[in-house]
């Protein structure tokens, strides 16, 4: 989907993206992760030029994306970022158009499409609309960035700290909504976020970024078990590692045959959630259920414990 | 809106507004109002020119000049916020703080050497001086312009064409609207005082009753400008404030604003 | 890969030519071609214009269009605001001495009455020298005290250049010594009708402010009053007063004596005064409405009184902006005070009309050109106070 080839931004005298080599995979979500400073928000930009590279060459679907018109690339590439930038002076359903109105659709077309976006999105039509940014809340004003970066099917997604302005619990749900709804609609996301768990609760691959350089790519249970470096180990941070690995799981991964008492864990939660709910009820197991309710055995501390463990 | 026209500021202006056209229409019926303002017989109405005629011009010399001022004002605002013109940006922003401090009837003044007597240096002077607070207006709203909303614009694809017409020109709409309203506000004020260079206007007036120590002439003349430019100003302003209000932007400067270039002239 | 790296390297490394400066080498080309001098027979005879070299003598004439020329050059191939200001300043001086000279050399011996004035080329080299001048002091970024220097030396060449009696052969200076009596008196008029209705209207308009963002419900309509007076034409606003104070001064014992006439400075100095409190009351508001409330907060939690904390806490805060207001006030009313001439007030509109009335250019420079000088100058001394009073407080 996105291939980059030794990209190289030099302001001045410093190389805020130093030849970064980097092919993100079609249908997948890549987040990048870095400190402030590491160059996560220029690479990032630099997939839509917003920002010129000094050297070195990107790719999208295999066109050089220096050899098209930017507003044309842009138009099909989408982007959201963390104030959400909404067009303060048009409603609701004009700013998701933006985009198919660039691009000259037709305009029932548009329509239909705005509309299938805001339900999408959980936004009322009838009552959001017509509606002006300034008269949503941050979260709808999130969602409705979203959608707009979404409205003309882009076949990739840009996102720069999408839910940085969020408070965590809305931020917990957009997170699990966007995940929803990318594995419906297969696009391809790359997002920057300064956020470890973010990072690890929504990526497939994780570019971990410092300076510059690209430390580390590789999928989330690698980065987690095999830190590239102290930088990398650091930006997990000791102490998180194991609940960060334990997010990765699923409960029903770690099912093993036998009876437990007390409520019933479902298969799809994660391991994390397993401990805990675990933990708070004083148990050290628990039963488990699929999605029909139907019983398929237990999940134990123990066993919860070596998925935590550092993988040899 | 059916709210807003029932506010009772709105009834008095719609008051103050129905006069003004009584008095221009049929002046002499006002005649008694007026007269105690004379002495030794003197006409209590100015019958030289028609006042129709003469708020007309006025409002004529006014509107072409504000209207040229803010498409040239605009448009260079324009200019020295893209990067082509960006060389210009600091001297330009120097050049208008230096200009507002010209008293505008110095202006007027100077413009009679180089265009002569009548509406000519009105005109000239009402277009230089006017453009000052438009530019200054149109380039606080292009260069304050949230940095999110602006880098999007970009980023969804927009040309830079298509970002200035329907982003940034809308976004700064209500400052350029309060510019215009200035502009406006001072160029009536000056072309009351152009009657002095023989430019046809409401100042002919005024400056016939002071020559003929003429009360009568000096209120009525006084009056009727005095209510124009406040009707004209509360009209830009709700202008501006209805542009704003809609779009949750901030509006042009509020009357407390402390930066904001105050209109007497 | 190489067609982006190319452009991006490109546009940083190639020189380009510096638009600004082609336009002002334009200026000062269209300033030679145009005629530098004006000479007409008498004061209102229609006047000749002279080209640099027919309106000096050629060495003159020749060292002034050097002085240009090298403005020209600097301006297109230099890009330092210290050689931009010293060729800009050297170019003023050029065309200042330059049109002196001019009065001197064609003030003819046997005709007292011919009158020599700058022209079109004069003003357009004055122009396009102190957009080169300007263009290199936003450049430099002068501090407060530097901009107060500048203007200091600036004001002092000037006073040199009067004094010098280098441009006593130029009709603006021959209007003045006919009239320098009249011309000091009415400066003096203008001084005390500009700076006397801003006294008046920091001791009324101050505590005014105070009391409006005290009262909440007094704020709006009184800065709605005051928006509408701020509206109405200045040359409207001194004739309507002219009836109460005409009234006044006919029916009120004591009125008359003590100045009040319904024609002359009482309404001018009126006039002056309602326009001023607008800025006065409106940026003492904004002033007051602008201190942090933590730190309201913290100076009332430290148990001072409403007046201790007015005046040891949110009146120093809120000086900047209460200073910007005087600013306002300062600059609006060195110009509206000319227009008071024309109820009877004085001032140097009295020169101004008179110039306009007798078509008399040169007069009319002398009535426009003071208050110009004077509002400008009131302009940078009350901006540099207002950032070094602001300095720590932002």
Redesign the interface.
């Known amino acids: 989907m996105i291939e980059l080839s030794h990209l190289t931004k030099v302001y001045g005298d410093i190389a805020v993206v130093n030849d970064v080599d980097m092919h993100v995979e079609a249908g997948t979500i890549t987040v990048i992760v870095g400190t402030s400073g590491s160059g996560k928000s220029t690479l990032l930009r630099m997939v839509n030029r917003l920002v010129e590279p000094t050297e070195g060459r990107i790719l999208v679907q295999g066109n050089d994306v220096s050899k098209m018109p930017a507003h044309e690339l842009r138009r099909s590439i989408g982007y959201a970022i963390q104030n959400h930038g909404l067009f303060p002076h048009w409603t609701v359903a004009r700013n998701i158009a933006t985009v198919p109105m660039l691009l000259g659709w037709d305009r029932r077309k548009v329509a239909a499409r705005v509309e299938e976006l805001m339900e999408l999105f959980q936004l009322d039509h009838a009552q959001f609309a017509g509606r002006y940014p300034h008269e949503l809340s941050g979260g709808q004003q999130q969602r409705v960035g979203v959608a707009r970066a979404m409205a003309a099917k882009p076949a990739l997604l840009l996102m720069d700290e999408p839910f940085g302005a969020l408070d965590p619990i809305i931020r917990g749900k957009a997170q699990a909504d966007l995940k929803a709804i990318q594995r419906r609609t297969g696009t391809t996301i790359l997002l920057v976020t300064h956020d470890m768990d973010e990072a690890i609760h929504l990526g497939d691959r994780i570019a971990v970024m410092d300076g510059g350089n690209l430390k580390q790519y590789a999928p989330a249970a690698d980065i987690l078990a095999r830190p590239a470096d102290a930088f990398v180990d650091d930006l997990i941070g000791a102490v998180d590692r194991p609940f960060h690995y334990l997010t990765l799981g699923s409960v029903g991964a770690a099912v093993e045959p036998g009876e437990a008492g007390g409520a019933p864990l479902a298969a799809d939660a994660s391991l994390y959630e397993g401990l805990g709910a675990l933990l708070w009820s004083g148990r050290k197991a628990a039963p488990v259920v699929d999605a029909a309710g139907t019983p398929l055995g237990r999940v134990t501390l123990d066993s919860i414990a070596d998925r935590a463990a550092r993988p040899r | 809106m059916i709210r807003d026209l029932i506010r009772p500021g709105t009834i008095l202006r719609l008051v103050v507004f129905a006069a003004l056209i009584a008095f221009l229409l049929a002046p002499d019926r006002f005649a008694g109002l007026l007269a105690p303002l004379t002495s030794n017989g003197a006409p209590p109405i100015y019958h030289q020119s028609s006042l129709v005629d003469l708020t007309l011009s006025h409002l004529f010399t006014v509107a072409v000049s504000t209207l040229a001022a803010a498409i040239v004002a605009v448009g260079l605002a324009i200019f020295v916020t893209r990067p082509a013109g960006a060389e210009f940006l600091a001297l330009s922003r120097a050049v208008v703080n230096i200009g507002q401090t010209f008293p505008p009837v110095a202006v007027l003044a100077l413009s009679v050497p180089i265009m002569g007597f009548g509406e000519g240096s009105t005109r000239l002077a009402l277009f230089l001086y006017g453009l000052l607070p438009i530019f200054e207006n149109t380039l606080v709203g292009l260069s304050t312009l949230p940095p999110a909303v602006v880098e999007t614009a970009s980023a969804m694809g927009m040309t830079g064409r298509q970002r200035l017409l329907k982003v940034e020109l809308p976004l700064a709409m209500p400052l350029i609207v309060e510019g215009i309203r200035l502009s406006a506000v001072i160029g009536l004020a000056t072309a009351t005082i152009g009657s002095t260079v023989a430019a046809k206007g409401l100042g002919e007036v005024i400056v016939a009753g002071l020559l003929s120590n003429n009360l009568a002439f000096i209120v009525q003349g006084g009056v009727v400008t005095g209510v124009l430019a406040v009707l004209i100003s509360d009209g830009f302003q709700a202008v501006a404030r209805h542009a704003a209000k809609r779009r949750g932007v901030s509006s042009g400067a509020p009357p407390a604003e402390p930066d904001e270039q105050q209109a007497a002239a | 890969?190489t067609?982006?790296?190319d452009?991006?390297?490109d546009r940083a490394a190639t020189p380009r030519v510096?638009?600004?400066g082609v336009v002002i080498a334009i200026l000062v080309v269209v300033a030679l071609a145009l005629p530098f001098a004006t000479f007409r027979a008498t004061r209102i005879a229609s006047g000749t214009g002279l080209r640099l070299f027919d309106a000096l003598p050629a060495g003159t004439a020749a060292a002034v269009a050097a002085v240009l020329v090298a403005a020209l050059v600097t301006a297109v191939a230099s890009r330092r605001p210290t050689f931009r200001l010293a060729l800009g300043a050297l170019a003023l001086a050029a065309l200042a001495l330059g049109a002196g000279a001019a009065g001197a050399h064609l003030t003819p011996a046997d005709n007292p009455y011919a009158r020599i004035a700058p022209a079109s080329g004069f003003w357009v080299g004055v122009f396009a020298a102190a957009?080169l001048v300007?263009?290199a002091?936003?450049?430099l970024k002068l501090g407060p005290v530097g901009r107060l220097v500048a203007l200091a030396v600036t004001a002092a060449l000037v006073v040199a250049l009067l004094a010098s009696g280098a441009w006593s052969h130029l009709s603006l200076i021959a209007e003045y010594r006919n009239r320098a009596d009249v011309f000091w008196r009415e400066a003096g008029t203008h001084l005390v009708l500009a700076a006397g209705s801003l006294a008046a209207a920091v001791v009324i308009g101050l505590p005014l402010g105070v009391l409006a963002y005290r009262l909440r419900k007094l704020r709006d309509p009184l800065?709605?009053v005051l928006?509408?007076i701020?509206?109405?034409?200045?040359?409207?606003?001194?004739?309507?007063l002219?009836?109460p104070l005409?009234w006044i001064a006919a029916n009120v014992p004591g009125a008359h004596a003590i100045g009040i006439r319904?024609i002359g400075m009482a309404p001018a100095f009126l006039a002056l005064f309602l326009?001023s409190l607008?800025?006065m009351v409106?940026?003492t508001?904004?002033?007051l409405?602008g201190v942090s409330r933590a730190v309201v907060d913290a100076a009332r939690g430290m148990g001072l009184t409403d007046r201790q904390r007015l005046i040891q806490v949110e009146m120093p805060l809120a000086l900047p902006?209460i200073l910007?207001?005087i600013r306002?006030v300062l600059?609006?009313n060195?110009?509206?005070a000319?227009?008071a001439a024309?109820?009877g007030g004085g001032g140097f509109?009295v020169f101004?009309?008179q110039?306009?009335?007798q078509?008399a250019?040169d007069l009319?420079?002398l009535?426009?050109?003071p208050?110009?000088a004077l509002?400008?100058a009131?302009?940078v001394v009350l901006d540099a106070v207002i950032e070094i009073s602001g300095k720590g407080k932002a």
């Open positions: 890969m067609t982006l790296s452009a991006a390297t510096d638009r600004l957009m300007t263009d002091m936003v450049r800065i709605n928006n509408i701020q509206t109405i034409p200045s040359m409207a606003l001194f004739g309507i002219i009836a005409g319904g326009y607008l800025p409106a940026n508001v904004v002033g409405n902006v910007t207001g306002i600059v609006q060195i110009g509206l000319t227009v024309l109820i509109g101004l009309f110039g306009l009335g078509t250019t009319i420079l009535g426009a050109l208050p110009v509002a400008f009131a302009a």
